[in-house]
């Protein structure tokens, strides 16, 4: 039986930080990493993509901070569903193109993924997920006055907008996604946690500015595409107790119940590590046979089993 994995590429597996962004550069890492993906084809899984979007829909926000003045901004959930679009593009292309070299006849499609969020989700009216560009005080307050924008304070003399980050309800299209995935066909869905919607009430679906929790949509996803491998592609190789302290220890593997026991022990960081542990233990919770986290690099040692962290849903299989 031909296994289904999903795997999920960060946002700075194609854009990483300190470099400018260039669509040349974004291109680049692209191909890099679909060189390494080809690892799944050739053991002949099926295989659906997710990824990040951080850096991409954080330019698309700083063009409308330069040209609001001349063209009207589009509201982020529009920018969401913008960058599925770019970043499918690109991997469409390179992930094709790699195929093409292997002569492998797959095809590989982008579909442009809403996701249902709850209306009553408490980070619509307390939102906390900082977005765009860093601004002093005035210019942050000028800004929200003339376009309803939520604004904080994240560093002293630095105020940034707010968005709302509700938990994903419902990953829309599933059966599309699924019905393309079991036939072969490799697909890239969800991109940047979904394009955020609720349903009002007549029961019609709205568009909401927000930011869903991409990790937690990607554990959805694999659910929905009945995944029985989950792989967290990051920027560190492996899952760190103590990280980047003179006690750091790497976790080679793990159960489901320790990563949350760690998790609880305060070793995962809220805004990197620990949203990352807490969606592989959602998809191993679900039916998932095993989640893997490590960066682009490590792939194909991570899933013989001999670099980053593999996380199991009970025991520990036998050396």
Known sequence: MTKTCLIALGGNALSPKGEAGTIAEQFLHTRESMVEIMEFVRRGYNICLTHGNGPQVGHELLRMDLTHNTVPPLPLGVCV????GTIGYMIQQSLQNALRGEKVDREVVTLVTQVRVH?????????TKYIGKRYPKKEAEALAKKFGWTIKEQEPGQWRRVVPSPDPEYVMHGISIRTLVEKGTI???AGGGGIPVYNDKDYKLEGLDAVIDKDLTAAKLGWVIRAQEYYIITDIDQVYLHFKTPQQEPILQMTAAEAKQYEEEGHFQKGSMGPKIRSAVHFLKHGGSKAVITNIQNITKAMNNQAGTTIFP??????
């Open 314 to 319: 009970e025991n520990l299989p036998a050396a």
């Open 81 to 84: 569903a913008g960058t599925q």
């Open 187 to 189: 697909v890239l869905a």
């Open 119 to 127: 209306e009553d989700d408490p980070s619509i009216s307390n939102p």
